[in-house]
């Protein structure tokens, strides 16, 4: 039995993959709730819906891999881009032009890579648990990350988080139950317990692999629509030694590391001449480069003030001028 039935349910198809959601009430602003899926759907948000949905309208999705939804197993149908485009899919299909963003966990960079991108139909952004990499990894945790992908036998405790132990025979059954009690060890959590763990075994771990593996995997782009606000936005920017890209970070004053290319005049003088002018940027080599050094090198610029020197506005009028001139 539920609480509050939903007012409208769909489903919105992407690629050949289908996506279920529910629209419950109705009111501004809107709300899109968005589970950390495949591990949870939609209904992870059954004690909080019905009392949004007197004053709000509320939309929910279950999300690739589990509940009413499809449940592909390659991780390239969970990139981040992927389901950024089915939250903004499920808003159009809701008949919502802007909405609030709620997230939780892991889904958390979804609703950011979906404000970043379309800023104009997300009014705001809630962050529940975010599950954002931002801090040191928990040290219990840090060496079954490691060993996510090796063949391992006779795991316990957070050595469980393997992708080979969950495909053993009841492997990622006991995964689930050890993770949600470790998540809600309080004695009067039973229900959400049981809760929690029945949502994730509607799901399957060949979904659960892909997702987290298309989660964390590196994502190619040959073209990005209005980087200039990407840059604008970033906390740090690693970047070939271009002029158009560092001038446009060395504008919007963010930090960032440049690579020029290996025996390219332009990039290598003329570029890094400029830069220096306006104290703009650091020059990396990448023969000479590790990655712990451009760690370090990140760790020491992210989100750090920087003092460049302004970037002129009137470029376009000095050059029209000169022109003028010789005409």
């Not at 750090?304 to 001139?325: C, F, H, M, Q, W």
Request: net charge negative; glycine share 8%; aromatic share 8%.
């Amino acid at each position: 039995m539920r609480a509050r039935l939903p007012d409208r349910e769909g489903v919105i198809q992407r690629g050949g993959v289908r996506v279920a959601f529910e629209i419950f009430g109705h009111g501004e602003p809107a709300l899109l709730l968005i589970p950390a899926s495949p591990i949870t759907h939609a209904r992870s948000w059954k004690g909080v819906v019905p009392a949004l949905a007197r004053r709000f309208t509320v939309v929910t999705t279950d999300g690739r891999g589990t509940g009413r939804s499809d449940r592909p197993h390659t991780p390239e149908c969970y990139a981040p881009s992927e389901v950024a485009a089915d939250l903004l899919a499920v808003l159009d299909a809701a008949g919502v032009d802007r909405a609030v963003l709620v997230a939780h966990c892991h889904a958390v960079p979804w609703a950011l890579r979906l404000a970043a991108d379309h800023p104009e139909r997300v009014g705001g952004v809630v962050a529940i648990a975010p599950n954002i990499a931002v801090a040191p990894p928990h040290p219990y945790a840090v060496e079954a990350e490691r060993r996510w992908a090796d063949p391992v036998d006779a795991l316990a405790g957070w050595s469980m988080r393997n992708r080979h132990f969950w495909r053993q025979d009841g492997g990622y059954r006991q995964w689930i139950e050890f993770f949600f009690g470790q998540l809600l060890p309080e004695p009067h959590s039973t229900k959400q317990y049981e809760d929690t763990v029945g949502w994730a075994l509607e799901t399957d771990a060949e979904a659960m692999i892909a997702e987290r593996e298309g989660r964390a995997g590196l994502e190619l782009r040959g073209y990005v629509h209005r980087l200039y606000q990407h840059l604008c936005a970033c906390d740090v920017a690693i970047v070939q030694g271009g002029l158009t890209t560092t001038m446009e970070l060395t504008a919007a004053k963010r930090p960032f590391l440049y690579f020029p290319l290996g025996h390219h005049f332009e990039q290598n003088f003329h570029v890094r001449h400029r830069l220096d002018r306006y104290g703009a940027g650091t020059c990396m080599d990448y023969l000479a480069t590790d990655p712990d050094l451009i760690a370090a090198r990140i760790a020491e610029l992210a989100g750090k003030p920087v003092s460049y020197r302004d970037v002129e506005t009137d470029g376009a009028a000095r050059a029209a001028r000169l022109i003028a001139e010789l005409i």
